[in-house]
């Protein structure tokens, strides 16, 4: 069973910057996407960002120019650049690999912004 383990969340003041990582506990074959998704209390979860193996990157609006998407594919890792934090930011980051027709989710972080 695949598992992917997110660090780098915690707290920061607005406009501050955390990088996500997201790696998988084996190597995988096959991975067609790579994603960040977020949930704030009492919401539903959506999507922030996300990268095909064709190397489409979609971003939410709320996040385009701020937040950057990336990979590393021999290590079986994405990561998550923030920059210019907003309160309405926080929430925890899940990351998600599309391996054929399964989604494999990790644990979860928690970002905070807050002063």
């Known amino acids: 069973q695949v598992q992917l383990v997110e660090s780098g969340g915690g707290l920061v003041q607005p406009g501050g910057s955390l990088r996500l990582s997201c790696a998988a506990s084996e190597s995988i074959f096959g991975i067609h996407t790579m994603g960040w998704h977020r949930q704030a209390p009492g919401k539903q979860r959506e999507l922030v960002a996300a990268?095909?193996?064709?190397?489409?990157?979609n971003y939410a609006d709320s996040v385009k120019g701020r937040f950057t998407i990336s990979r590393d594919n021999g290590k079986n890792s994405v990561y998550l650049q923030m920059n210019s934090l907003k309160p309405e930011d926080t929430a925890v980051y899940f990351c998600?690999?599309?391996?054929?027709?399964?989604?494999?989710w990790g644990q979860g972080t928690q970002v905070t912004v807050s002063s």
């Open positions: 990268l095909t193996s064709g190397g489409r990157i």
């Open positions: 998600a690999f599309g391996i054929g027709a399964r989604d494999y």
